[in-house]
């Protein structure tokens, strides 16, 4: 099932974590319309704008499966509003910033980007109809712990 030009619910579904735990990672009628809508207002525009396959690392989950990847517990991945996102060849505060600069979004993280290192962690964004906040926060492991940091540090 496509949800735009260019992304399917098979890649806004597929789970490492759920195959090897043997979870179903079945979104509801509701999380398809939410993917559908991500996909349509973030994931679509990002492939347009850049002409290059958008690498979906994580997209809907299913809670068992958010609890396996020891997600946030209101993650609104379990939505279907957000997913973790990479383009090869593009460094993941560039991709980032773009989001930032020209879409409307409810959270974009830089997680995990290693200065340096441009193809490091990734760029989770999310969109909530109605919610469109724009927060920005960059993750980053401090002894051992995941932190938010307020805005984009690369």
């Not at 999380?31 to 492939?47: A, G, H, I, S, Y």
Request: charged share 20%.
């Amino acid at each position: 099932m496509n949800l735009s030009a260019n992304f399917t619910l098979a890649e806004l579904t597929h789970s490492d974590t759920a195959i090897k735990h043997k979870l179903d990672n079945t979104p509801g009628e509701t999380e398809v319309v939410n993917l559908k809508t991500l996909c349509e207002n973030v994931l679509q525009k990002v492939r347009d704008h850049y002409k290059k396959a958008v690498k979906v690392n994580s997209g809907f989950r299913h809670p068992l499966v958010n609890a396996a990847v020891r997600g946030s517990k209101v993650s609104d991945h379990c939505f279907g509003q957000a997913a973790d996102i990479e383009i090869m060849g593009l460094s993941n505060p560039e991709l980032a910033q773009w989001i930032i600069d020209n879409l409307d979004f409810t959270q974009v993280i830089l997680e995990f980007y290693k200065q340096g290192d441009p193809n490091s962690g990734w760029v989770h964004v999310s969109y909530v109809p109605g919610n469109l906040k724009k927060e920005v926060l960059t993750a980053v492991l401090q002894d051992g712990k995941t932190v938010y940091l307020k805005g984009l540090h690369a």
